[in-house]
């Protein structure tokens, strides 16, 4: 496994391999890695020739006030955690080299990047899909792999890859939870004391949402207060949204059904975590019993 | 010469091409060529091996009251153009291929885009970044073309490719100019009886601009107004801009000194042309001397 830290070493090592055929695959990173990173290092190196990993605390997506300056890096451990996995290559470059001049350029999904996660953090996606695109053009993937945790960040970045004709094929993988259910995330451990069991509220209430659904709720307004409710007996927890939206257009639904994702983003004490999953209403006889 | 009007099969003629080894040069036009873009094409025919021009009247750089509509197309009378010049590649395609759905995401160069044009056109470069990240998607050139006649354009495409890592040269060719010293244009087919010949201030006021500063004039505010004055004598004329700026930043400029762009976009009756010249001060000797 190489570790390369600028962009040139990356072109270098990844063109004359994707030349002789093989299919590369990039996940992208922020570090700090889990099992849900390394369930798409795995899904990676299943599928293609040349795996790469990219780590990079990219700071075009953070606000001002968010939490750039303390988002934990440990790329030694990183490293210790992605050689068994069977990486080719981690591309780690620092702040200066993907960034040697204030950037000018942006890349920008309008329409899906408005709510959600976006209301609260303005040009985050902004940030995302810029230093996406870089990636993409450095590392040149086949197929690129993202996490369903950020459904949001997925669907963005399916989007542009679509109205850009990206020539890459971008796939989703599913959530890792903690037995508790919480979803794995790098910002888990800014969790503190109570707050760690505070945090499962976002799984509970995704399968209250999928228990009143499966019992025959489809009224999403009605089904988003019950979850704020829900979500409000925790003393810990904060709502930032609760939202019931289509999975394509991110746009809010009134009605439950087809297949409709539920994302909701919750602070726990002073950390924001988000969570989201499908509220499939796969039988229609329960159509109108609610 | 294939003349090709789908996306898959440009991809399906230029991939294994590349993947040989073979160097692809981009042309990207609107089409209604003229010996400006027959430039582009014999360079990139000098250049590479694989010569792609993409013919696409772009919506998205037009503004709603532009003309767009009315903008000369003839796709057979550019073929008839092209055929000789050795072209491999002619990739006309609809609005509908390059827009099947309608485009959420955009690529926009700030900083670069506000002045100049992008000050009468808003939203203008913001399209053609767009549209040139699909192309460059699509087609994958080795090196890109474009005329030094749009020079904004020129630029912002040049920061373009460096900010966000694409794998493409860009070239930028002079202008060609009629012999009277009109810039070619496809847009100069719509002026009407004596506005072709109003349309010879745009190059006088370049020429008196380049005999101002081997005079020695070195303060570009002065000359902006001189040049200002000097076009309004012409009664056809009304000018939009006439900037001597920066030609990396596009940044209006104080001081003639080292290499500076002048640039004019000028209303000729309701036809909107533009011209662009450096301004040299290769004697350092004169330096002081206006």
Redesign the interface.
Known sequence: MEILRT?SEVKAAVRPRK?AGARVGLVPTMGYLHEGHLSLVRRARQETDLVVVSIFVNPLQFGPREDYDRYPRDLDRDAALLAPEGVDIVFAPSVEEMYPEP??????????TEGLCGASRPGHFRGV??VV??LF??V?PDVAYFGEKDFQQLQVVR??VR?????VEVVGVPTVREPDGLALSSRNVYLRGREREAARILYRAIQRAQELVAQGQRDARALVEDLTAFIAREPLARVDYVAVVDPETLAPVERIEGRVRLALAVYIGSTRLIDNAELAVDNPELEGAG
């Open positions: 962009i030349r950037i000018r350029t942006f890349v920008e999904v309008t329409g899906l899909t810029t695109t870089k053009n450095i040149e989007r542009m109205d850009l004709n990206m020539n």
